[in-house]
């Protein structure tokens, strides 16, 4: 006897819902009908590596992947789990089986079929070679083709994020028997790639254009546009003229000034989406040496730090304060009673001189310093005028990216930085900031008791329960202070008006978040 | 002449030999580790992070991995690009193109206006038009060229809409043929101007400057003593005599062709070498940086020893020194 697990159930729940959306409206808002044909120009900052997405972490190829290329399931922009190659799943009571079904109609571009072989392939590759997201199957203890459409996971232990995460990046599956005895990396498949997308790479031009056209003997729905080309303008201005200009369709919305939104959302020009991301930008601080080993002082650091500021002044108010020491999103898993202290300067210098500072002639407890890469240069402007204001002299040092990582991260060479980046598709992902082997633990926080609860989070069965060791965690990162988040990272998006079925629309806008993935073209038009 | 050619070419050599092992060296001391950055922000696996290493080699010694380098470099292999998993040598060529067509196109009109603007400034020393056009050239000369870019972009596309904002072809067109050439040229129009705008002060500064202080010698005083007309003098003596400081610093400019257009690609989305450089800097793709200094320190090479020859042809006097 199986049981569905809160995961699948939702997912179902999900589907029935979308599927009645689609009976009721079309495929698009205003009920107008999707035009075929047309050329779509997407400007990305930089190029793909190559074309196989699951060998390394490549965000360049990863809008395009999810085009050329099928996953088991599949993120959406609600990060929902959809189907993609696997129509529906079930799980055990105990969560350590997990049974996929194939779409029986699914084919590569060269004709022959997608079977359950291809994804154990895939997937036992990409543990076997230590691939990018390798870490998605560490609670798997064997994958089994059961028959041509029948996938069973084996798990050793229950994994709750196993899903979203199968669904979300460097898990697109590859054939086997085209890549078969091949070494991935140096695969003539990275620029000749056989994928099962509803889009085939025609041209690659490097350094300028990669072209996909529609692959219209799909075994999905048949995408609307005829080719998409994804152009590279690495310079910021020159991509939001290009755009402006018609040269190109869609630029990444963070190229989009934040001056400019209010004076552009007054014509009709654009169709506008708001898009808040489990990315919050955080500051970290230096837990082993240097004053922020005091938690009283990391302690009156947060409460110095205003984080309504920090969203007003350094985003526009774009990107919103994030109360909780996880991002708010994640709604179910918030502890009301667990809140980064809200902002108190007075209080904040009471703490320090509680722990032992007091102030020199110059009016300062003491002097820090903030180490950032690129990027973070106003939110961190911003905090070092906060701390000022309750006598703490911090200095502002933004290095190179590797120089950061080497200096700052991998050596501990800092007091005080920021972080920010994608967390993971579901509240789970956060843990890889601050659980002990977490990869991306930048300050090493390291506390037995979060990593004991976030271990139980992951082997939980129903979302109740990861909810709740997630409060407890809260509980915990709220004495130790290991880090304090800022803000949410939100995307405003804005789209040229003739833009239709967008996966970033939401179904008021005629978008096609039910049914694509996160940059997935299919049901993208134009209404000229 | 012949023990002249030898002599270069073996300087050269030298030359192009020291510039591997520096850049090979101190690509090597930068912080960053391209096995971590390869395997992104995001998801860092450390196994994979130590295959990388294992598999190009970069756990051994620098020493070791010189001597590897020197061994493909000896079988006329310039390697593997571990970030883009693609030979070196390929990803070179294809970009070698686009940036000589900017560069030289931009250098060579910068050389020609630039010239002929410091003689005519030269010949009306001190007067307004001389003062104006050195002002104008003092601008230039400190303008950043992203920024002078952008501007550009903005007055010729967003404004005036003459020409397209970035990249080598109209991505709609598919054009052919005669078309595509057009196209291409309509492209370029806006990088090379930015290049030319650049360039010019430079050009101009050397030859207003040689032709004023080939004027002040003492022989063009002597030739005019002779009563030979000003325009011959200055036609057939000045010019000549004050032309060779320009080429010396056209052949020295050869060397920062590429890295002083990187910034130009990158404004003008051009798919140039430049681009590549500062792509595989930021990656630590260090067989992409290795290969393009190698082919950047044997063209400076080849250009100083053109220079050499030509200033061997029109001033006999240096090779009366060699």
Redesign the interface.
């Known amino acids: 006897m199986k049981k569905l697990t809160a995961f699948a159930l939702s997912c179902f729940m999900f589907l029935a819902l979308t599927a009645c959306g689609g009976n009721n409206g079309g495929n698009s808002g205003g009920n107008k009908t999707a035009k075929d044909g047309g050329t779509y120009i997407i400007a990305q900052q930089g190029e793909p590596a190559s074309m196989n997405p699951d060998t390394v972490s490549d965000d360049y190829l990863y809008p395009i992947a999810q085009n050329m290329f099928n996953r088991l399931v599949k993120l959406n922009n609600n990060y929902e789990v959809l189907p993609d190659l696997a129509t529906s799943w079930e799980s055990s009571d105990d969560a350590l089986t997990h049974t996929f079904h194939l779409n029986e109609k699914a084919k590569w571009w060269d004709g022959e079929a997608v079977t359950s072989e291809d994804v154990k392939y895939t997937f036992d590759t990409i543990v076997e070679k230590n691939y990018a997201n390798k870490s998605v199957f560490a609670n798997v203890k064997e994958i089994e083709a059961k028959d041509d459409l029948t996938l069973i996971f084996h798990m050793s232990a229950p994994d709750a994020s196993f899903l979203s995460n199968v669904a979300w990046y460097g898990t697109f599956i590859m054939p086997q028997h085209v890549l078969d005895g091949q070494d991935w990396q140096k695969s003539d498949f990275n620029q000749n790639p056989v994928g099962s997308g509803p889009f085939k790479l025609s041209k690659w031009n490097k350094g300028t254009d990669l072209r996909l056209v529609k692959n219209a003997e799909y075994w999905g729905d048949v995408a609307h546009l005829d080719e998409i080309v994804y152009t590279v303008i690495p310079d910021a201005n020159t991509a939001y003229q290009a755009w402006l200009n018609n040269e190109v369709d869609e630029i990444p919305s963070a190229l989009i000034p934040t001056s400019e939104i209010a004076s552009m959302q007054e014509n009709g020009d654009y169709n506008w989406v708001n898009q808040e991301w489990p990315s919050p930008y955080y500051m970290t601080f230096n837990l082993n040496e240097g004053p922020f080993k005091d938690v009283k002082v990391r302690k009156a650091i947060a409460m110095g730090v205003d984080r309504n500021e920090v969203s007003e002044k350094a985003f526009s108010g774009y990107k919103p304060a994030n109360d909780y020491f996880i991002t708010k999103i994640f709604t179910s898993s918030l502890n009301d009673n667990a809140k980064q202290p809200s902002y108190d300067p007075e209080g904040a210098m009471k703490l320090l001189e509680e722990a032992g500072y007091k102030k020199n002639k110059d009016g300062y407890y003491f002097e820090t310093k903030l180490t950032i890469f690129e990027g973070f240069e106003d939110a961190a402007n911003v905090l070092v005028a906060d701390l000022e204001k309750i006598g703490v002299k911090c200095t502002l040092s933004v290095v190179d990216y590797n120089v950061w990582q080497e200096n700052a991260w991998k050596n501990q060479e800092f007091e005080l930085t920021m972080v920010a980046g994608f967390q993971g598709p579901d509240v789970l992902g956060a843990g890889r900031r601050w659980t002990t082997d977490g990869v991306i633990n930048v300050n090493f926080y390291s506390n037995e008791k979060v990593d004991t609860l976030y271990k139980e989070a992951l082997a939980a069965a129903t979302q109740e329960e990861v909810d709740a060791k997630m409060k407890d965690i809260q509980a915990i990162l709220a004495e130790d202070l290991p880090l304090i988040l800022l803000v949410n990272y939100t995307d405003v998006c804005a789209y040229k008006s003739n833009v239709q079925g967008h996966p970033m629309y939401t179904d008021e806008q005629g978008g096609s978040r039910a049914k694509a993935g996160f940059n997935e073209m299919t049901y993208v038009w134009l209404d000229n | 002449m012949k023990k002249f050619l030898a002599k270069r070419l073996g300087s050269g050599s030298l030359a192009v030999l020291f510039s591997i092992i520096f850049n090979f060296v101190i690509i090597r001391l ?4 391209p096995a ?13 992070i130590a ?1 990388i290493r294992e ?1 190009y080699g970069l756990d051994k010694s620098m020493f070791e991995q010189l001597g590897a380098y020197f061994n493909q470099l000896f079988h006329l292999d310039l390697g ?1 690009s571990y ?4 030979d070196v040598w390929d ?1 070179i060529v ?2 070698l193109g ?1 940036t000589l067509m900017i560069a030289l196109t931009g250098t060579l009109i910068a050389v020609l206006i630039g010239t002929f603007i410091g003689v005519y400034a030269a010949r009306k020393k001190g007067t307004f038009i001389d003062q104006a056009i050195c002002s104008i050239s003092y601008l230039f000369d400190s303008t950043p060229s ?1 920024w002078l ?2 501007m550009l ?2 007055l010729f ?2 404004i005036l ?1 003459l020409f ?6 109209n ?2 067109g598919n054009y052919t043929g005669f078309a595509h050439i057009m196209d291409v040229i309509q492209h370029m129009f806006l990088p090379v101007l930015t290049l030319v705008l650049l360039n010019i002060p430079y050009y101009f500064r050397i030859a207003r400057s040689s032709v004023l202080q080939v004027m002040s010698e003492d022989f063009i005083m002597t030739l005019r003593a002779t009563g030979m007309s000003e325009k011959k003098i200055f036609n057939k003596y000045v010019l000549r005599n004050a032309i060779i400081p320009t080429i010396t610093v056209f052949g020295i400019n050869l060397a920062y062709m590429v890295t002083g257009v990187s910034m130009i690609e ?4 051009w ?2 070498m430049g ?2 450089m500062l ?1 595989s800097i ?1 990656k ?1 793709d260090y067989p992409v940086i290795s290969g393009i200094y190698l082919v950047l320190s044997i063209s400076v090479a080849i250009g100083m020893i053109i220079v050499d020859i030509v200033y061997a042809t029109i001033d006999p006097r240096i090779r009366i020194e060699e």
Not at chain 2, 30 to 33: L, N, V, Y
Not at chain 2, 164 to 169: I, V
Not at chain 2, 266 to 269: K, V
């Open positions: 930068a912080p960053g580790d971590t950055l390869l395997v992104g922000k995001d998801n860092p696996n450390p196994e994979m295959m598999q593997y970030a883009n998993s693609r990803m294809e970009r686009p992203f870019g952008l972009i903005l596309s967003s809409g397209p904002t970035s990249g080598m072809y991505l709609r990158i404004t003008f989305a798919p140039g681009r590549l792509d930021t630590r």
